[in-house]
Every structure is written in structure tokens, then in C-alpha cells.
């Protein structure tokens, strides 16, 4: 077959290469961030490094993290290096305690991260003879927006489908001849079950490929997903803070995901030291966005839980791959897509006048995230009548929804009833098997 690439140039570029225009990018990065981010220029000075300090990519460790509390404390504006005049474009994601993160992009930007998902597209398959339906999350979300633009750019008749209202999917993927499907894992094992539901066999479907992500999914989901839909499943990643979807993606090799590294510069830490891994180690993510105008992250711990390899790929990419995400090194959950701390759940009961005596159990029935927060009444509301207790879940729910963007079942327990741990206190039970 003949191998195809979105930038043939940069995707295949000798490895001595890449580095080098990582570091030529870098000491311009960090120049660049200095100048016009007061707040990580007091972070290098706190480190007593200067940008003249930043020679390569082999000085980069030099350089101080940028963490998510970083994020929150300098919200909204406080991470911009470019006037707001200048950018074209927002995206967010659910943070904690109501803080959301917030991303901006130039046109630059833009542009450069529609390219990142157009290669992720072309590694699958996507030609400009297909029609791709985009199913992801639009609006702040960066998912639609993202496989949207990339789609463009591939020259793909482009469905911006959103998420939601599956039989109408299902209807205009037959009548339009959608050929790819992007959305996340969970939502194309969903199509799926409709489908069987409807009595259609994944011949009926013209799909041939589909590139899902956003959150993490097994190898068991995703054959479960090609045999119901009759398609390869490709595997995609980013993250909002490094302008969302196609920071990595997969090819037709599927031993990992390439990170677009003319972009991103990636290192593996030691979550609790911050130490740098050697390639090969088990650890946390870090990626330095190395071209991004508005919103240049340096160094930003992801905590993603990883491995980095950089073996010779059979699709001919030269750039290194990182695994499936294995886990977090913070307690963030992903519920149907949406990026859930439990601090936020606490935030809710307190303001509500609860006590912070509560689990959260997560399962999946049907391909569908279940989402339940026990809480435990106060003494005082232990004689309510039924249909006061009813009110006060209802109320709680809504609460939650308001904070966290998607809604909890919410049970409230006898005082005391949630087991009480010697140790770290099980506040999440989660049911799913996420990793393999
Ligand atoms: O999920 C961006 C995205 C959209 C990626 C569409 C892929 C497709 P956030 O909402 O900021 O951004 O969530 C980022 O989601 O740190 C990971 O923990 C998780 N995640 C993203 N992609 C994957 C994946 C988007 N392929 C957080 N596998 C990240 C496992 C993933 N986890």
C-alpha cells in the first residue's frame, strides 16, 4: 500500500533533525515566553534561569514546570503572550472549584493545530475523496473544533455532526456515505449498539476507519468497537492546554501514537521528584508547545501516566511515540468525556451545607459511563419525609451539574453510612476497566 502523510517532510524527518529544530525552536519559545509572560518569567527567576541559559532542547530541563494550579492561579489572562487583539479563538475544559482552564489561539495557532489533527486524519486513512463525520463535543470543547479544521485541511467533505441524537447519526452517516467517524471511544461503542439495535450489520455502513479519543479506552474497546462498526479504530490524544486533539495519533502500525514533535517536546518525569526518565521509563507526561503563540505552555505536567519510545515505525514517521495513557497521577476522572476532579464534588456539598462524606462510584452499562455520588445527610435531615429527601437529591444534582458540566445520580445515605478508611479515604470506586 502506498504510505500517505499529511507534511510528508516533517513527518518523516531524520531524527538528528527534529532535534535540531526542536532546539532551534525552543531558545526562540522560551525568548518569546519570558518577554511577554510576566508570570513564568518570575517562575525562571524563582530558578535563576534566563532565557540566555536555554541553548537546546538538552538545557530544557533547566526550565521550571508549569503545573494545573499554575493554570488556575493565573486565570483567566494570566498565561497570554499575545495581546487578546490577536487572538481569533477560545477552548476550555472543566477544571477544578468552578475554575475552568482556559486556552487561547491565534490564527497561527489555529492553523498549526488543524494541521496536527489533518495528519492524524491521513495517517487513518483520510483522503479528499471521503467524507468525515465529526461527532465529538463542539463548542468550548476542543474535539469538534479541532477534527473539524483538520478535516478541511485534508480536503474531506466535512459532517459536523456534534455528539448526540444517534439515530439521526446513524441515518446521515448511511445517506451521506460517511467513510470516518471521529468522536470518542465511548460514543462510537454507543453508535455501534444503536446500530445492532436498529438491525443494521456493519456492512450497511459505508465507515471504513474512525479516530477516537479523548479519554482512555482498551484494546478490548476498541476491537469490540471495529467489529461493530465494521472499521480500524485509531487512537488520538491532546489535551486543551496544548490546543486539544492531535498532539499524537496513530498509524496503520498501532504500536502507539505519534507526538507531532516539530510542535511538541516531550519528556517523561518522575511524577513525585520531577526527575526526567530516560526514554523507555514509565512516568508523567511533559510536553514545551514549541510553536504556539497565545497560550505557550512550557514544560505543562499533563499527568498523564506514560512510556516514550522512538523504534524505527513501519508507516515510515520518524517521530517518537507514547503509549496509551496508563493512568493519572492526579485523581482527575473522565465521566462520558467531560474531565471530573472529585475536589469539585466537595466544593458542592460544602456550598450546599453537606459534610465531604461521600463516593463516587463510576461504571459503564450499555457502553455508557453510570455516574453516582453517595452523599451522607446531615442528622438533622435523617426524619425527612421521602419526598423531601427526593427534593434535596434533586437539588444536589443540579448542583453538581451547574459545577461539573454533566449529571450525577445522587443518592443521599444515612448519617455515617459511607465506610469510614484508616488511611486515604475511597472516595472514587470506579467500576470501568480503563487500562488494559
Ligand atoms: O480530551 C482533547 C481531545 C479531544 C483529545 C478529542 C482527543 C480527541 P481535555 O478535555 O483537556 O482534552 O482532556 C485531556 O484527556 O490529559 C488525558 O487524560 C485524556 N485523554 C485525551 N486523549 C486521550 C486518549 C481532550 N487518546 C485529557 N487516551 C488528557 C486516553 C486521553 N486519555
Known amino acids: 500500500m502506498e504510505k500517505r502523510y499529511f507534511q510528508k517532510e516533517i513527518e518523516t524527518m531524520p531524527v538528528e533533525e527534529i532535534k535540531k529544530l526542536q532546539s532551534e525552536k525552543l531558545v526562540k519559545q522560551v525568548k518569546h515566553v519570558y518577554e511577554n509572560v510576566p508570570y513564568y518569567r518570575d517562575l525562571m527567576d524563582k530558578k535563576g534561569v534566563k532565557p540566555e541559559d536555554i541553548n537546546g532542547i538538552e538545557d530544557l530541563h533547566k526550565l521550571p514546570f508549569l503545573t494545573k494550579a499554575d493554570l488556575r492561579e ?15 479563538r477560545i477552548h ?4 477544578t472549584t468552578g475554575k475552568r482552564v482556559v486556552a487561547f489561539y491565534t490564527q497561527h495557532d489555529v492553523d498549526l493545530w488543524e494541521d496536527c489533527c ?77 446500530l445492532k439495535e436498529m438491525g443494521y450489520t456493519p456492512d450497511r455502513i459505508p465507515l471504513k476507519a474512525g479516530i477516537f479519543g479523548a479519554e482512555p479506552w482498551t484494546e478490548e474497546m476498541r476491537r469490540g468497537i471495529e467489529e461493530t462498526l ?13 490546543s486539544g486533539p492531535g498532539v499524537s495519533f496513530e498509524c496503520e502500525e498501532q504500536t502507539g501514537m505519534h507526538i507531532n514533535e516539530d ?22 507526561l511533559v510536553f514545551t508547545a514549541l510553536d504556539k503563540e497565545a497560550f505557550p505552555l512550557l514544560r505543562y505536567r499533563t499527568r498523564d501516566i506514560c512510556v516514550l519510545n ?21 485523581d482527575m476522572l473522565i465521566i462520558r468525556g467531560v474531565n471530573v476532579f472529585p475536589s469539585q464534588i466537595e466544593t458542592v456539598l460544602l456550598n450546599q451545607g453537606y459534610q ?26 435523617f426524619s425527612d419525609t421521602v419526598s423531601g429527601i427526593t427534593a434535596k437529591e434533586k437539588a444536589l444534582a443540579e448542583a453538581m451539574k451547574v459545577m461539573l458540566g454533566i449529571n450525577p445520580k445522587v443518592k443521599l445515605v444515612a448519617p455515617k453510612s459511607i465506610v469510614r ?12 476497566k480503563l487500562h488494559d
Not at 493565573?74 to 481569533?88: F, M, N, Q, R, S
Not at 465494521?230 to 496544548?242: M, P, R, V
Not at 510542535?263 to 508523567?284: N, Q, R
Open 263 to 284: 510542535h511538541f517536546l516531550a519528556e517523561i518525569i518522575d511524577p513525585e521528584t520531577g526527575e526526567v526518565l530516560p526514554e523507555g521509563s514509565k512516568g508523567e
Open 356 to 381: 465531604p462524606n461521600y463516593q463516587i462510584i463510576v461504571d459503564r452499562a450499555n457502553n455508557n459511563d453510570t455516574f453516582e455520588v453517595n452523599v451522607e445527610m446531615n442528622p438533622d435531615q
Open 92 to 95: 476550555s475544559t472543566s477544571g
Open 118 to 194: 489533518a495528519r492524524a486524519i491521513v495517517a487513518a486513512g483520510g483522503t479528499d475523496e471521503d467524507v468525515c463525520q465529526v461527532a465529538y463535543g463542539y463548542g468550548l470543547f476542543t474535539g469538534g473544533a479541532g477534527l473539524h479544521g483538520g478535516s478541511h485541511k485534508v480536503g474531506c467533505l466535512t459532517l459536523p455532526m456534534s455528539s448526540g441524537v444517534t439515530e439521526r447519526q446513524i441515518q446521515f452517516m448511511t445517506d451521506l456515505n460517511a467513510t470516518i467517524l471521529c468522536c470518542t471511544p465511548s460514543y462510537a461503542a454507543y453508535i455501534g449498539e444503536t
Open 310 to 330: 522512538r523504534k524505527p515505525c513501519s508507516c515510515g514517521r520518524t517521530f517518537i511515540k507514547m503509549c496509551k495513557p496508563m493512568g493519572r497521577s492526579d
Open 74 to 88: 493565573a486565570y483567566p489572562h494570566g498565561l497570554l503572550a499575545k495581546p487578546l487583539k490577536d487572538c481569533v
Open 230 to 242: 465494521g472499521i480500524k479504530a485509531y487512537d488520538i490524544y491532546g489535551l486543551t492546554e496544548t
Open 421 to 432: 478508611s484508616e488511611g486515604k479515604s475511597v472516595r472514587v470506586i470506579d467500576k470501568r
